[in-house]
């Protein structure tokens, strides 16, 4: 049984590295093998805007990891600098900064490269997408 | 410990590919990662020492300081050179100085590629 991390770089628009990656995460699911964790990185960390809202004409990525995570219960993490310099921001940091609104929640987590690289330690493999 | 091997393709300004993926290399060697650093296609670019402008880091100067953080193994492709017609321009003026970047070949890249545990492309 192999331990994989999946490293998602691009954003949710760019032709279908997003669907890809979904099918290759529940792919690896359904074979018996474990997805250590999901991280969201550079532009990928625009999966984890909770303020996307459906358009009916493409893949709905977002309510995709929601649906992901529920099943399957993966570890989905977010580069906490990645995602605030893109305005992605968890309540306790829109609290902090006096800004209104946030959009980062459950079941997307905060994390740093720190975290992910210590993980990555228990990984056989790392896919990026 | 995991052998990672970074490969740097986007010029550096275009985008903020090049930078993430210099903090990703960055980061990496402080969790008990070994890092190797492989420029092609428009990456090799990055290699161009470039002056600083207010309000951009300046990123051929953080590249330089990648020995600082035990990422010693740099390379760049030599084809990928060849094929933007900069190898004069990187001959002259070269942050690969202060790396130690060695240049490779198509084969010897895919030597680097099948000896590291994990790649990764920014």
């Known amino acids: 049984m192999a331990e994989y991390s999946v490293l998602i770089t691009t954003p949710p628009f760019n032709g279908d590295s997003a669907q890809r990656a979904l099918s290759f995460i529940k792919g690896v699911i359904s074979n018996g093998d474990t997805i250590n964790h999901v991280f969201f990185y550079g532009d990928g960390v625009y999966h984890t805007n909770s ?71 228990n990984c056989e493999r790392l896919v990026q997408f | 410990m995991a052998a990672l091997l970074v490969r740097f393709t986007q010029s550096p300004y275009g985008n ?21 650093a492989l420029f092609e296609n428009e990456g090799v670019l990055q290699l161009v020492k470039t002056d600083s402008i207010k309000g951009i880091k300046n990123h051929s100067k953080r590249l330089s300081s990648m020995p600082f953080f035990d990422i010693e193994d740099c390379y760049a492709c030599t084809e990928s050179a060849k094929a933007l017609n900069v190898q004069s321009t990187l001959q002259n003026n070269l942050v690969a100085d202060e790396l130690t970047c060695q240049w490779v070949s198509v084969e010897e890249k895919l030597a680097l590629i099948e000896s590291a545990d994990h790649v990764v492309t920014f």
């Not at chain 1, 995570?69 to 993966?74: K, L, M």
């Not at chain 1, 993490?77 to 959009?103: D, L, P, W």
């Not at chain 1, 459950?106 to 690289?117: C, D, I, K, S, T």
């Open chain 1, 51 to 121: 303020l996307m809202l459906e358009t009916g004409d493409s893949l709905f990525t977002y309510g995709e990891w929601e649906k992901l995570s529920s099943a399957h219960n993966v570890n989905l993490m977010v580069c906490i600098t990645a995602a605030v310099k893109r305005g992605i921001v968890s309540q306790q940091e829109a609290i902090e900064n006096g800004i209104g609104q946030s959009n980062l929640q459950a079941p997307f987590q905060q994390a740093g490269l720190g975290e992910f690289f210590t993980l990555l330690h």
């Open chain 2, 16 to 36: 903020a590919l090049s930078q993430d993926g210099l903090d990703f290399a960055l980061a990496a060697t402080n969790y008990g990662h070994e890092v190797k």
